[in-house]
């Protein structure tokens, strides 16, 4: 996407002649599949939805824009990714290739440290010019909403950092970004040894100072054997809460903690990775409504074996989420469609199920489907045009982006 353009506005205009995916959007007007369309937009919002000959009067006289009989959906929504970060870690890489483990990586002083070394070291400047370019490679592929964590500073002033970068970027592309605090994502080089002493400055200190400056939306864990275990994880918890904050949190990736069913416990908004989540771990995000957030590219990445238990989860009738998980260590990954065909291929998912993933369900891991993963009246117009056919595209092609149109809050970022 070329951001230099300035946008255009279709406050006032309707799209027309489109077709519609049946599964993922929800009109006041049905839509057979395959006939032509109409979306009626005003002042950001849609205002109607349905069959293009059925336009109420009292829009027809808009301004009408062209839809090309192209296929509408929702705007795409990222809802897991690391993407404010300094330097990278391909060396990393190279040191898997050649067997190394995740964990034995982290031991000698790669993973999560070697990229906290690199953001703290880098000006807030630095860190927007290294993250552009990688937010518009999502945002050319119809990205409307995305959620950026923090977890690379370890300490209140590069914590700080990392989340007003965030923010900026939200407001230099015009797109929604969602703040996640992940102080606890890693023990920083000075607390080595001394896990409870951070998880106290985290709750008692960091966190409270970034909630009162209106930097944080929501609040993760790393919950695993090389970061914080349970009791730990559960006292951020506690200190989110009573800060009126939603918690979230990275679970069961390399093990069985039981974090999800704890993580559920408290009401969280989503449990991530979850390749060895247990029956009691699903039950418990069923009876709390958490989604379940599948994160093919870490999973690719380290070429990881555990599958996430699908049916287990589609049994229990568990919303799935799809995102990039865009990190510099496990998942570099820039195409949001290139992870719905990863969920379709190495996690068995269905096309319905891989495309809500990365629309409704994502939404709702963010809190936003008020907002985002859907076309309906009285929504806010964020939603992509695309050169194909049939739904079935976005996840079938990969290795290429295609020529898409997109609507973020009633404004074309792309035409």
């Keep these: 996407m070329t951001q230099a353009a300035t946008p255009s506005s279709c406050a006032d205009g309707r799209w027309l002649d489109l077709h519609l995916a049946p599964e993922l959007f929800i009109a006041d007007i049905p839509v057979a599949d395959g006939q032509p369309a109409c ?82 070291a880098a000006s807030e400047e630095e860190l927007i010019a290294q993250a552009l370019p990688r937010l518009d490679q999502l945002l050319a592929e119809g990205v409307t909403a995305i959620e950026i964590k923090s977890g690379y500073g370890l300490s209140l002033e590069h914590e700080r950092k990392q989340l007003r970068v965030a923010r900026r970027l939200g407001k230099l592309r015009g797109v929604t970004v969602r703040t996640t605090f992940l102080g606890a994502h890693a023990l920083p ?25 209106g930097l944080i939306d929501a609040v993760d864990v790393f919950c695993e054997r090389i970061a914080f275990s349970l009791a730990e994880t559960e006292q951020v918890f506690q200190a989110a809460r009573a800060l009126g904050l939603p918690v979230k949190l990275h679970a069961e990736q390399l093990s069985n903690m039981e974090g999800a069913a704890l993580a559920a416990r408290h009401g969280a908004l989503s449990c991530d990775h979850i390749e060895h989540l247990s029956e009691n771990g699903i039950a418990a995000m069923r009876d709390a409504g958490t989604v379940a957030v599948l994160l093919p590219g870490a999973f690719y990445t380290l070429r990881d074996t555990k599958l996430p238990p699908i049916d287990g989860l589609r049994a229990a009738q568990v919303p799935m989420a799809v995102s990039t998980d865009h990190n510099p260590g496990t998942s570099p990954a820039l195409s949001l469609l290139l992870m719905a065909n990863m969920a379709c291929t190495l996690f068995r998912l269905t096309v319905p199920e891989a495309l809500a993933g990365i629309t409704r369900h994502a939404a709702r891991a963010l809190g936003l489907q008020d907002e985002q993963g859907l076309i309906a009246a009285g929504r806010p117009a964020n939603f992509v045009l695309w050169p194909a056919r049939h739904a079935a595209e976005l996840a079938y092609w990969f290795g290429h982006k295609p020529e898409c149109t997109v609507v973020r809050q009633g404004v074309i970022a792309k035409a």
């Design 39 to 120: 979306v009626v937009v005003q002042q950001g919002r849609i205002v109607w939805v349905g069959p293009q000959d059925q336009v109420p009067a009292a829009y027809a006289g808009l301004p009408a824009h062209d839809g090309g009989a192209r296929l509408a959906t929702p705007g795409l929504v990222d809802c897991h990714t690391h993407l404010v970060y300094g330097g990278e870690r391909a060396n990393e890489f190279a040191m898997r290739l050649a067997g190394a483990t995740y964990e034995e990586v982290a031991s000698a002083g790669g993973g999560i440290v070697s990229s906290v070394r690199a953001t703290r």
């Design 189 to 213: 080089p000075e607390y080595a040894g001394r896990s409870q002493d951070y998880i106290d400055l985290v709750c008692r200190d960091i966190m409270p100072a970034l909630a009162a400056e």
